[in-house]
């Protein structure tokens, strides 16, 4: 009874420090360092580089140290006090930390429940505290360090070798890093737009999280599906069709949902992977982010037309690639009929 109380006690924890970190990422790597520094990129470039360069060197540390992600995290809680006046050495240091822990928590993975549990506890906090100015969010990066930290401490340390492995398609991750690429130039696109603008607005942020809720719930319920990709691809067609249009309620109820429910299909992918293999899909992804941000700022934001059209002709291949194989079976099913007819 007490191992099981234990081992409870440290899932909880593990869950409350991805769930912490995870906000970090939205409420200051990705949304407020780029506020704060009014997305020059100039100034904000050092966090990509940091996290690039730190997802470099996580392949070669030694994850089943037990003092990993505690002393990364202690020196994330050390940075943020600095976080209002960050400059390039402290953005770089931020990112890199985030490189070193991000694809770490993701191997780590052993129960996918918390994952989704840890990812409604993100979204619901980030979506409620966006209001809060960047420069005003000191307070905040410090609680999640810190709540971070409490949890790298008591939590799970189950090595991240430990689990079976596998590889992941290369059409699959050509998938994933277009979905996140259309999610950061929408978001990105979205933060710059006076009319569309939707978080951090009062009207929106309770409508944001419940879509958010249940678009977790939904992907939890359908993450193994097979035709999760054909999905995602119909969720951002209608996302984008609605932000055309300009109808900002339509857009709560829908971009949220899309976002948690591509999100859980990412991740669902991603944690069984063998982790050099991880570790370069993580790499893809801040290319994907950073991208996206470019795009916004260079307001090519009709670029997405043109993913989509790419990934509807991804799903077209796989497709007749089916029904290629489909028409060879019949044919050879037909031909066995024909020579069963003749032996007989």
Same mark, same amino acid.
């Given at each position: 009874?007490?191992?099981?109380?234990?081992?409870?006690?440290?899932?909880?924890?593990?869950?409350?420090?991805?769930?912490?970190?995870?906000?970090?990422?939205?409420?200051?790597?990705?949304?407020?360092?780029?506020?704060?520094?009014?997305?020059?990129?100039?100034?904000?470039?050092?966090?990509?580089?940091?996290?690039?360069?730190?997802?470099?060197?996580?392949?070669?540390?030694?994850?089943?140290?037990?003092?990993?992600?505690?002393?990364?995290?202690?020196?994330?809680?050390?940075?943020?006090?600095?976080?209002?006046? #960050?400059?390039?050495?402290?953005?770089? +240091? &931020?990112? $890199?930390?985030?490189?070193?822990? @991000?694809?770490? %928590?993701?191997?780590? =993975?052993?129960?996918?429940?918390?994952?989704?549990?840890?990812?409604?506890?993100?979204?619901?906090?980030?979506?409620?505290?966006?209001?809060?100015? #960047?420069?005003?969010?000191?307070?905040? +990066? &410090?609680? $999640?360090?810190?709540?971070?930290? @409490?949890?790298? %401490?008591?939590?799970? =340390?189950?090595?991240?070798?430990?689990?079976?492995?596998?590889?992941?398609?290369?059409?699959?991750?050509?998938?994933?890093?277009?979905?996140?690429?259309?999610?950061?130039?929408?978001?990105?696109? &979205?933060?710059?737009?006076?009319?569309?603008?939707?978080?951090?607005?009062?009207?929106?942020?309770?409508?944001?999280?419940?879509?958010?809720?249940?678009?977790?719930?939904?992907?939890?319920?359908?993450?193994?599906?097979?035709?999760?990709?054909?999905?995602?691809?119909?969720?951002?067609?209608?996302?984008?069709?609605?932000?055309?249009?300009?109808?900002?309620?339509?857009?709560?109820?829908?971009?949220?949902?899309?976002?948690?429910?591509?999100?859980v299909i990412i991740l669902r992918r991603l944690t069984p992977l063998a982790y050099p293999v991880l570790a370069v899909m993580a790499l893809t992804l801040w290319g994907a982010s950073g991208l996206g941000l470019l795009g916004a700022l260079t307001k090519m934001s009709d670029g997405a037309w043109l993913i989509l059209g790419i990934l509807a002709a991804m799903e077209l291949s796989v497709v007749s690639e089916y029904l290629t194989k489909w028409n060879g079976n019949m044919v050879r099913a037909v031909t066995r009929l024909k020579r069963f007819d003749l032996t007989f």
């Amino acid at each position: 009874m007490q191992h099981t109380l234990t081992m409870t006690f440290r899932h909880f924890a593990f869950l409350w420090l991805f769930a912490a970190e995870f906000t970090f990422y939205l409420l200051i790597l990705q949304t407020g360092v780029v506020e704060q520094h009014h997305s020059v990129l100039s100034e904000i470039w050092m966090v990509p580089a940091g996290g690039m360069i730190g997802i470099i060197l996580s392949v070669f540390a030694d994850h089943r140290y037990r003092g990993y992600l505690p002393v990364l995290l202690a020196l994330q809680l050390l940075l943020c006090v600095e976080y209002a006046d #960050a400059g390039g050495p402290i953005l770089f +240091a &931020l990112g $890199l930390i985030s490189g070193l822990t @991000a694809p770490v %928590l993701i191997a780590r =993975v052993t129960h996918f429940s918390l994952v989704v549990v840890a990812l409604a506890l993100s979204y619901a906090m980030g979506t409620w505290f966006f209001s809060v100015l #960047a420069d005003s969010r000191t307070s905040i +990066a &410090l609680f $999640l360090s810190a709540v971070a930290l @409490a949890g790298a %401490l008591f939590g799970s =340390v189950e090595a991240v070798y430990g689990k079976a492995k596998r590889d992941i398609s290369v059409q699959s991750a050509v998938a994933v890093f277009f979905w996140l690429l259309l999610d950061a130039l929408l978001f990105e696109t &979205l933060s710059r737009d006076s009319v569309m603008h939707i978080w951090g607005e009062e009207t929106y942020t309770g409508l944001i999280i419940f879509s958010h809720l249940v678009g977790l719930a939904v992907a939890y319920r359908m993450r193994d599906w097979r035709y999760n990709s054909r999905m995602i691809l119909l969720l951002f067609t209608v996302t984008f069709i609605v932000y055309s249009t300009g109808w900002q309620w339509g857009l709560s109820l829908v971009y949220p949902f899309v976002i948690s429910y591509y999100n859980v299909i990412i991740l669902r992918r991603l944690t069984p992977l063998a982790y050099p293999v991880l570790a370069v899909m993580a790499l893809t992804l801040w290319g994907a982010s950073g991208l996206g941000l470019l795009g916004a700022l260079t307001k090519m934001s009709d670029g997405a037309w043109l993913i989509l059209g790419i990934l509807a002709a991804m799903e077209l291949s796989v497709v007749s690639e089916y029904l290629t194989k489909w028409n060879g079976n019949m044919v050879r099913a037909v031909t066995r009929l024909k020579r069963f007819d003749l032996t007989f």
